[in-house]
């Protein structure tokens, strides 16, 4: 039995790739959402607030999501690597996996953060259905801008890190598909066949 043949049977969990997709595509959503709301669109306009909203609503979904994911992970053993593939592709992988589970928790938090202590003190209120509450810590604070500014530059640049990494996933899967041909991409993608040698 090949190697792309073992990968093929060996797949993720069908709750794994549901929600690694459904937490893909809300990054993505964010991170075009984020662009729009801050560098494109007027900061007065009334769809950049309608935006600012769902931004929040999604970044707690992803957050409560990311957190199913990981528990998830902790408690189903994922398939293995192929073994013939290098160790410091593993360890890379390893290291991807977690630095990805890292960004999906603190993005999420810092933007939390962010909006618990800011100074305008606007409620959350997911989807415009569910009153979400503000990180209780910053009550205390008196001079609420620099403690807003710095998570703000906190979420930036987590969020900057998290296309890079996305990034380097997307191109590291193509190539195993494509080059390596080895069935890793195969493992989460629904219906995806590893290609034949």
Same mark, same amino acid.
Request: no cysteine; aromatic share 10%.
């Given at each position: 039995?090949?190697?792309?043949?073992?990968?093929?049977?060996?797949?993720?969990?069908?709750?794994?790739?549901?929600?690694?997709?459904?937490?893909?595509?809300?990054?993505?959503?964010?991170?075009?959402?984020?662009?729009?709301?801050?560098?494109?669109?007027?900061?007065?306009?009334?769809?950049?607030?309608?935006?600012?909203?769902?931004?929040?609503?999604?970044?707690?979904?992803?957050?409560?999501?990311?957190?199913?994911?990981?528990?998830?992970?902790?408690?189903?053993?994922?398939?293995?690597?192929?073994?013939?593939?290098?160790?410091?592709?593993?360890?890379?992988?390893?290291?991807?996996?977690?630095?990805?589970?890292? &960004?999906?928790?603190?993005?999420? %938090?810092? #933007?939390? =953060? *962010? /909006?618990?202590?800011?100074?305008?003190? @606007?409620?959350?209120? !997911?989807?415009?259905?569910?009153?979400?509450?503000?990180?209780?810590?910053?009550?205390?604070?008196?001079?609420?801008?620099?403690?807003?500014?710095? &998570?703000?530059?906190?979420?930036? %640049?987590? #969020?900057? =890190? *998290? /296309?890079?990494?996305?990034?380097?996933? @997307?191109?590291?899967? !193509?190539?195993?598909?494509?080059?390596?041909?080895?069935?890793?991409?195969?493992?989460?993608?629904?219906?995806?066949?590893?290609?034949?040698?």
């Amino acid at each position: 039995m090949t190697t792309a043949d073992l990968a093929a049977r060996e797949r993720y969990s069908r709750v794994a790739q549901a929600l690694h997709w459904i937490i893909a595509l809300l990054i993505i959503g964010q991170v075009i959402g984020g662009v729009a709301m801050t560098k494109v669109l007027p900061k007065t306009d009334a769809l950049t607030f309608e935006i600012y909203q769902l931004h929040k609503s999604f970044g707690i979904t992803i957050l409560l999501l990311s957190v199913a994911r990981l528990g998830w992970r902790l408690t189903h053993r994922p398939p293995a690597l192929p073994a013939e593939m290098p160790t410091w592709q593993k360890r890379v992988s390893h290291f991807t996996h977690v630095a990805f589970y890292g &960004f999906m928790i603190a993005i999420p %938090l810092s #933007g939390w =953060a *962010m /909006v618990s202590v800011s100074p305008y003190n @606007i409620p959350t209120v !997911l989807f415009e259905v569910i009153p979400w509450p503000h990180l209780p810590f910053w009550e205390g604070v008196d001079d609420k801008k620099p403690v807003e500014a710095v &998570f703000k530059q906190v979420h930036e %640049l987590l #969020g900057l =890190a *998290m /296309v890079a990494l996305l990034a380097l996933h @997307i191109g590291a899967a !193509l190539k195993h598909h494509f080059k390596d041909r080895d069935g890793v991409l195969a493992r989460m993608v629904p219906g995806l066949h590893p290609p034949r040698a």
